[in-house]
């Protein structure tokens, strides 16, 4: 591994996929952590949302929020040395290797991972192919490029799994699947295959105690300190958001030109929807004790179900599994899983960059579901990229102003949602096509 210049290459493109850019309205709310974790000491920053207003709301567990304010103290070090540094030169290439720079450290926390994985991985079954795959695939350039934590669920997820199949070690796998719920809490769904695996309910009881310990210990610094703010910004937030993205629950949303009497309905659907579909999996695709490839299977047909059938789907999400879709791949004879799940990735990544990027094109602004209001769609997809590359779309909004392609994207515009609601079936009919991929090769006989 260490002479493979493919794997060297991959790593080249993780390292400039992080400094190009990232999503701008989510950065924003991580910077604005500093700020609160600076005002109000880094154990008190679920009051920020209560003090300042939405844009200081801290909506993840305290792990990534750690991490983050960790780094942000680090790369500010470096940058106002480098700036210092540079003060009498003036240019728009040092700027560009500036903002370049400040993008690539802030996100380190989010590519090493991917990179210890991928080597940890490529070693564990001796396939160099899942490196490359892991390292470059839609759902890795996605998650690095925007800047998302779910690099963090994937590793200790992957790890967590590699824990009991390879490396018997249970305690330190139930460990590091605390870190993925604490990371993404939803990633605590994953015990459910986990406990099927282990061969007794005895073992399964014990690995839930060591689960849940670490994540109590974990949250209660800040838990009692502000406990009503806590809850309310990692559970209220996320139970009162509307469906997103490519949720199958946004269609009728989106088809109805976001009715409340159909979010409304969604808010108390989608769990029993949601419950039954991992039922279903759980069914279907029952982990055998001591059977590796079942238990991935479970896991990736559990990871696919959540990213369709989660009132709240991101495309980022579909990093969570990603691993285990090349490890099946890869090392359990199901050769065209990890071709399938980055097409899968590839439908689900297209819907998110069309609701930005059209109304960008159209200069009209764009609706935020999660905030329930509008913003300027052209000022975040600026934000959102590094020179020079803001400076070249600044361009071509000009030109398109200018041109008869207005009137067409503007037309695209005004049908979005429709053009949404189809390809969000057709990512969830892929999802689906996949599971049931899954059943016939992993399924109860």
């Not at 079954?125 to 490029?145: D, K």
């Not at 925007?146 to 796998?173: E, G, H, M, N």
């Not at 049931?436 to 090769?441: E, I, K, M, N, Y």
């Amino acid at each position: 591994m260490r002479y493979d210049k493919r794997v060297i290459v991959a790593i080249a493109v993780l390292m400039v996929v992080a400094g190009i850019g990232w999503n701008w309205y989510d950065v924003k709310i991580f910077l604005n952590w500093v700020l609160a974790a600076k005002q109000l000491s880094i154990v008190r920053i679920y009051e920020a949302y209560e003090l300042y207003g939405p844009q200081y709301r801290a909506v993840y567990p305290p792990l990534p929020i750690l991490i983050f304010v960790a780094t942000d103290s680090v790369a500010s070090e470096f940058l106002h040395s480098a700036y210092s540094a540079l003060i009498y030169v003036s240019s728009r290439a040092v700027g560009a290797l500036l903002a370049f720079t400040e993008r690539f450290l802030l996100k380190l926390p989010i590519v090493i991972p991917v990179i210890v994985l991928s080597l940890i991985l490529a070693r564990t079954y001796g396939r160099r192919e899942i490196a490359y795959w892991l390292m470059l695939g839609i759902p890795t350039l996605v998650t690095i490029g925007t800047y998302q934590f779910d690099s963090l669920v994937a590793l200790f997820l992957a790890l967590s799994i590699l824990c009991l199949t390879k490396w018997r070690r249970p305690r330190l796998s139930a460990l590091f699947l605390a870190l993925a719920t604490l990371t993404k809490p939803l990633a605590a769904v994953f015990y459910l295959p986990i406990a099927l695996y282990l061969s007794s309910w005895r073992k399964a009881l014990q690995y839930l105690a060591l689960v849940a310990v670490t994540v109590i210990a974990c949250i209660a610094p800040f838990l009692i300190i502000e406990p009503k703010a806590f809850i309310a910004n990692v559970i209220g937030f996320h139970m009162g958001r509307p469906p997103q993205y490519l949720s199958l629950w946004n269609v009728p949303v989106l088809l109805t030109f976001r009715s409340p009497s159909v979010e409304t309905f969604v808010d108390r659907a989608w769990i029993a929807g949601y419950v039954l579909g991992v039922a279903l999996v759980l069914a279907f695709l029952r982990p055998k004790p001591g059977n590796e490839p079942s238990l991935l299977a479970s896991v990736v047909a559990l990871g696919i179900v959540t990213t369709f059938l989660n009132k709240v789907v991101n495309p980022n999400y579909l990093m969570w599994v990603y691993p285990e879709a090349l490890i099946l791949s890869f090392a359990c004879s199901c050769r065209q899983l990890g071709k399938l799940y980055n097409v899968y990735a590839g439908v689900g990544t297209l819907w998110p960059a069309l609701y930005v990027t059209i109304p960008a094109l159209a200069g009209v602004p764009m609706y935020v579901e999660e905030a329930r209001s509008y913003v300027s769609a052209r000022h975040l997809l600026l934000e959102s990229l590094s020179p020079p590359l803001n400076k070249t779309f600044e361009k071509v909004f000009r030109l398109l102003d200018a041109s008869k392609l207005h009137t067409y994207t503007l037309a695209l515009y005004h049908n979005l949602y429709v053009v949404g609601s189809i390809m969000i079936c057709a990512y969830a009919a892929l999802g689906m096509y996949i599971i049931l991929s899954l059943v016939r090769r992993f399924g109860r006989a």
